[in-house]
């Protein structure tokens, strides 16, 4: 799961994010991005005082191997990624938004340049999204999301970097 969301993550947060709250004539206005292979660098941290409330009615045992699980995977870390964004996939973000996911973004904001968002998701999670494109073959990118636990909130960030690498996507996911 991890690969596929930094696979699809640059697309998603260029062009696709735009489009999931403005009208189809604000999406040829979102931001521009080259075309052909992309690097990019995901950096990750979690702070959680506490559990995922529904983990609180576990038993003891699989509770406790669940947190262990869970503390191992909220580490900070680091990620690097080669990805495609091609025409189709361009294409295929400005249809609009695919209404199957957990999130609804609010306040959004498209210049050439930014997108900013917030979001409110599923288990009471909300969050808020910027992305800086200063030119077309460069991007970063922050989302920070709060999450209740049992023990009060806890925080979800990710810091995302991404450069233009190449016109062709030979040897990036496609």
Known sequence: MPDLLFRYALPVVLVGAASWATPPTVWAQAIAAKTGGWEMTYKTQT????????????????????EAALRESWKPRTHNAKTCLTKA?????AKGPDDSGDCKYSNVKVSSTRWEADMACGGGRTGRAVLNAPSSDRVTGTVIMRIP????????????????ASASCKGYDD
Do not use: F
Request: proline share 10%.
């Open 47 to 66: 702070d959680m005082p506490g559990l995922p409330p529904e983990l609180e009615s576990m038993p003891a045992a699989q509770r406790a191997k669940m």
């Open 89 to 93: 996939d361009l294409a295929e973000m």
């Open 149 to 164: 636990t049992s023990k009060g909130d806890g925080k979800s960030t990710m810091e995302l970097s991404g450069r233009w």
